[in-house]
């Protein structure tokens, strides 16, 4: 692959060409990549407050009205609500998977029906989630499945 970046002073607005022989997989994961809002959440962690990049988040999760971040291997506390962080990062690939989980499609490695219409979500980071039935429909839209 070979990156072409030409400065131009009066460009009002960045654009990007995607030169290829085939439209394929790789080239449509690239595009939501380019196009894909990157977000940051403040969280805590004992003392100290950290800029965390939604690229670096497996998921958030609401115990005993408070809210957690999970990262690959940290996991920091939030001052937000879910319904604000769910608003916050309605156009990226997190979902509502639970009442109480917003997850990044981004981070799923696997899916398996469970019971009842519940699907099990494995991350890359190894830990299992529970997608209820209500939620299923949204993540499988969000999956393109």
């Not at 969280?43 to 115990?63: A, H, L, P, T, W």
């Not at 879910?82 to 899916?111: A, D």
């Amino acid at each position: 692959m070979k990156i072409k970046i030409i400065e131009n002073p009066s460009i009002q607005e960045i654009e990007i060409h995607i030169l290829c022989k085939k439209n394929n997989e790789y080239i449509k994961k690239l595009t939501e990549y380019l196009t894909e809002k990157q977000i940051t959440i403040t969280g805590r962690m004992e003392n100290e407050y950290v800029k965390i990049s939604s690229n670096d988040i497996y998921y958030f999760e609401c115990v005993d009205n408070r809210t957690y971040i999970y990262c690959k291997k940290d996991v920091y506390q939030s001052n937000m609500k879910l319904y604000e962080l769910e608003e916050k990062l309605r156009e990226t690939r997190f979902t509502r998977i639970n009442k109480s989980c917003i997850m990044n499609i981004k981070k799923l490695e696997k899916v398996k029906s469970q019971i009842n219409g519940r699907l099990l979500a494995t991350l890359y980071n190894g830990e299992k989630l529970i997608i209820n039935r209500s939620y299923v429909a949204d993540v499988k839209r969000k999956l393109k499945i």
